[in-house]
Each structure stands twice: as C-alpha cells, then as structure tokens.
C-alpha cells in the first residue's frame, strides 16, 4: 500500500505509511503544495521508520527555501517517539 495525499486549501492530509519506499515519491508530490502557508496532517498515516523524519526535515527545507510556513499536526505515536528517539522532536513545528 503507498501513501495518498489530498491537498485541502492550506491542508495536506498523508495517510498510509510513509517509509524507505515511498518517501521519494511523496517528498516530490508534497512539494508540489509547498507555497504560503501550509499545514501537514498526519493523522491518517499507518506506518512510517526513519525515513518519515527526513521527510519533514527535507519539507521543511523546501519550505524555507521558497519562503512558506509549514507546521505539521496530528503525529502519529510512532513518529512522534521517533522523534524524541533521536532528540529532533524540537525541530518539527506543531501546527493546529
């Protein structure tokens, strides 16, 4: 099963898992909605391994680079705890 993504004005919803094997092709698709401010929901997603991280790290790097907001809500446990595992659950911004 891949990733989908529904984009709802400044909302992007990710919803599946979010791994080593889809992380490409879902950092491109994201980027594609990277413009003004936008708010990243993870709710929905299913699974997700290290990969998930750098895949925020490299949004939030596209975001700065064109000058947008970008904020991520609703963090499943798994990555949340991923997070806090190697000490970077400051750098991902919380959005509502």
Same mark, same amino acid.
């Given at each position: 099963?891949?990733? =989908?993504?529904?984009?709802?004005?400044? $909302?992007l $919803?990710v919803?599946?898992?979010?791994?080593? !094997?889809?992380? &490409? %092709?879902?950092?491109?698709?994201?980027? =594609?909605?990277?413009?003004g401010d936008?708010?990243?929901?993870?709710?929905?997603v299913t699974?997700?391994?290290?990969?998930?991280l750098?895949?925020?790290?490299?949004?939030? $790097?596209? &975001?700065?680079? $064109?000058q947008?907001?970008? %904020?991520?809500c609703?963090?499943? !446990?798994?990555? %949340?705890?991923?997070?806090?595992l190697?000490?970077?659950t400051?750098?991902?911004? !919380?959005?509502?």
């Amino acid at each position: 099963m891949s990733a =989908q993504l529904v984009a709802e004005g400044g $909302r992007l $919803r990710v919803s599946g898992p979010v791994t080593l !094997a889809n992380a &490409a %092709a879902l950092a491109v698709e994201v980027e =594609q909605h990277l413009s003004g401010d936008v708010v990243v929901d993870l709710a929905a997603v299913t699974e997700v391994d290290s990969s998930a991280l750098s895949l925020l790290f490299e949004w939030q $790097r596209v &975001a700065q680079r $064109r000058q947008c907001k970008l %904020a991520f809500c609703n963090l499943p !446990a798994s990555l %949340a705890s991923l997070a806090d595992l190697y000490g970077v659950t400051e750098l991902i911004p !919380a959005g509502a």
